[in-house]
T-cell receptor
Framework: GENVEQHPSTLSVQEGDSAVIKCTYS??????FPWYKQELGKRPQLIID?????GEKKDQRIAVTLNKTAKHFSLHITETQPEDSAVYFC????????????FGPGTRLSVLP | EAQVTQNPRYLITVTGKKLTVTCSQN?????MSWYRQDPGLGLRQIYY???????DKGDVPEGYKVSRKEKRNFPLILESPSPNQTSLYFC?????????????FGEGSWLTVV
C-alpha cells in the first residue's frame, strides 16, 4: 500500500523565521495531498491541501509545493508565530487503494520567542 | 453545524470488558475511518469504510471490530480490551475517500484500559 514518510520529526525555529516540512510518498497514483495541524489535546484540522495537477498552492503564510516526479511534497510556513507551534501531519490519497488516506508520522514544530 | 461526534470522550475500563466507541457524522459522508494516536507514533489507521457495508482493515486492526450498517454511524468495538489499547482514538469522515475531499475529525476519545 501507500507509504508516507515525513521529515523532520521535530523542528524548532525562532519566531519570524521560516519552517519547512517535507513528505515523500510511494504510490505514483496518489493524487491528493492534505496537511493537518494538531494543537495539543485537540483534533487534527486541515490547513492546506494540493491536488496532483497543481505544483504549488499558497494561503497567506503557508504554502505547499508538490514534485510528482520525485514523489514529494512540502509545507512551507513563513514568518512563524508562537501559535504555529503544533504537530503537523501530511497525508496522501491514491485511487489505487480506493482513495484511502495515509498519514505521515507527524512533525512537532516549536516556534521559540 | 457539520460535525463528527464521538462518544464517550473519556473512558477508563478494565481488561476484557467489551466496549463500543460510537461515531456519528451529519454530513452524509461516504467515507469514515478510525485512527489511534499514541505518543510519538502519529495517526495509525485501524479500519476504514468507503460506504455502507464496505469496510477494510487499516494498519493496526488487531483487537478491533467495526460495522457500517448505516451511512452516518461507524462504531468501533473492542471485544476484549487490553492495556495496549490504551490510546487516543479519532473518528474521521469525508465526502468520499481522497479525491480532494477534506477529512473531518471528531474530538477524540481518550481510552484507558487497566
Amino acid at each position: 500500500g501507500e507509504n508516507v514518510e515525513q521529515h523532520p520529526s521535530t523542528l524548532s525555529v525562532q519566531e519570524g523565521d521560516s519552517a519547512v516540512i517535507k513528505c515523500t510518498y510511494s504510490d505514483s497514483a496518489s493524487n491528493y495531498f492534505p496537511w493537518y495541524k494538531q494543537e495539543l489535546g485537540k483534533r487534527p484540522q486541515l490547513i492546506i491541501d494540493i491536488r496532483s495537477n497543481v505544483g504549488e498552492k499558497k494561503d497567506q503564510r503557508i504554502a505547499v509545493t508538490l514534485n510528482k516526479t520525485a514523489k514529494h511534497f512540502s509545507l512551507h510556513i513563513t514568518e512563524t508565530q508562537p501559535e504555529d507551534s503544533a504537530v503537523y501531519f501530511c497525508a496522501a490519497s491514491s485511487y489505487n487503494y480506493g482513495q484511502n488516506f495515509v498519514f505521515g508520522p507527524g512533525t512537532r514544530l516549536s516556534v521559540l520567542p | 453545524e457539520a460535525q463528527v461526534t464521538q462518544n464517550p470522550r473519556y473512558l477508563i475500563t478494565v481488561t476484557g470488558k467489551k466496549l463500543t466507541v460510537t461515531c456519528s457524522q451529519n454530513m452524509n459522508h461516504e467515507y469514515m475511518s478510525w485512527y489511534r494516536q499514541d505518543p510519538g507514533l502519529g495517526l495509525r489507521q485501524i479500519y476504514y469504510s468507503m460506504n455502507v457495508e464496505v469496510t477494510d482493515k487499516g494498519d493496526v486492526p488487531e483487537g478491533y471490530k467495526v460495522s457500517r450498517k448505516e451511512k452516518r454511524n461507524f462504531p468501533l468495538i473492542l471485544e476484549s480490551p487490553s492495556p495496549n489499547q490504551t490510546s487516543l482514538y479519532f473518528c474521521a469522515s469525508s465526502l468520499s475517500g481522497g479525491s480532494g475531499n477534506t477529512i473531518y475529525f471528531g474530538e477524540g476519545s481518550w481510552l484507558t484500559v487497566v
